[in-house]
Nanobody, 127 residues
Framework: QVQLVESGGGLVQAGGSLSLSCASS????????MGWSRQAPGKEREFVAAISRTGSNTKYADSVTGRFTISRDNAKNTAYLQMHDLKPEDTAVYYC????????????????????WGQGTQVTVSS
């Protein structure tokens, strides 16, 4: 069982920045593709960003492209989501997710493709 723990959420003004972290208990973290999703109140969970297990490939939702950056440090068993130019519509609970993956460049954009999920961290952007 892989445990994922998100951190770094908080309250920020519009135009500000936050950096989220996702620490994994996986003994072979480099074998897991990682992703971030978010869920705003009253809305369905939506894909935000994904990164392949080697970090060679990334994908982003159109709504965050150019503002968010996903990355990972396999030596630290941690994935990151750097968020800049935040907008009130970015307010949501942010979840990281993992999937064991042999293909080095594979990324997952659908929630059902992930095997493990964290508990989430709240991000609130005030206008």
């Amino acid at each position: 069982q892989v445990q994922l723990v998100e951190s770094g959420g908080g309250l920020v003004q519009a135009g500000g920045s936050l950096s989220l972290s996702c620490a994994s208990s996986a003994g072979s973290f480099s074998m897991y593709a990682m992703g971030w999703s978010r869920q705003a109140p009253g809305k369905e969970r939506e894909f935000v960003a994904a990164i392949s297990r080697t970090g060679s490939n990334t994908k982003y939702a159109d709504s965050v492209t150019g503002r968010f950056t996903i990355s990972r440090d396999n030596a630290k068993n941690t994935a990151y989501l750097q968020m800049h130019d935040l907008k009130p519509e970015d307010t949501a609970v942010y979840y990281c997710a993992a999937r064991f993956q042999f293909a080095a460049a594979a990324t997952m954009t659908a929630g059902h493709e992930y095997n493990y999920w964290g508990q989430g961290t709240q991000v609130t952007v005030s206008s």
